[in-house]
């Protein structure tokens, strides 16, 4: 039967909360920078701009997608 130090040890490395990461790498803040900037609600729905790394006239789509 496991002692009372060892249940106590598993309970909080069970219910540890995750390290929350504050830096960013360089993609990760051009695409909270693209999300903050780029939000609106319209219609009862929000609406974000895509955090694309190439233009969307450079992408290959298929022939149905009308490019902006």
């Known amino acids: 039967m496991p002692d009372l130090n060892s249940l106590v040890s598993k309970f909080w490395e069970t ?3 995750p390290e929350v990461y504050t830096e960013f ?3 990760q803040e051009a695409c909270e ?3 903050r900037n780029s939000i609106v609600r319209k219609n009862d729905r929000f609406e ?6 190439l233009n ?3 992408l290959n789509l298929g022939d149905k997608v009308l490019l902006m």
């Not at 974000?48 to 790394?53: A, H, Q």
């Open 48 to 53: 974000v701009k895509l955090p694309l790394k």
């Open 15 to 17: 219910e540890r909360v």
């Open 56 to 58: 969307m006239r450079d």
């Open 33 to 35: 920078s693209l999300f």
């Open 25 to 27: 790498t360089d993609d």
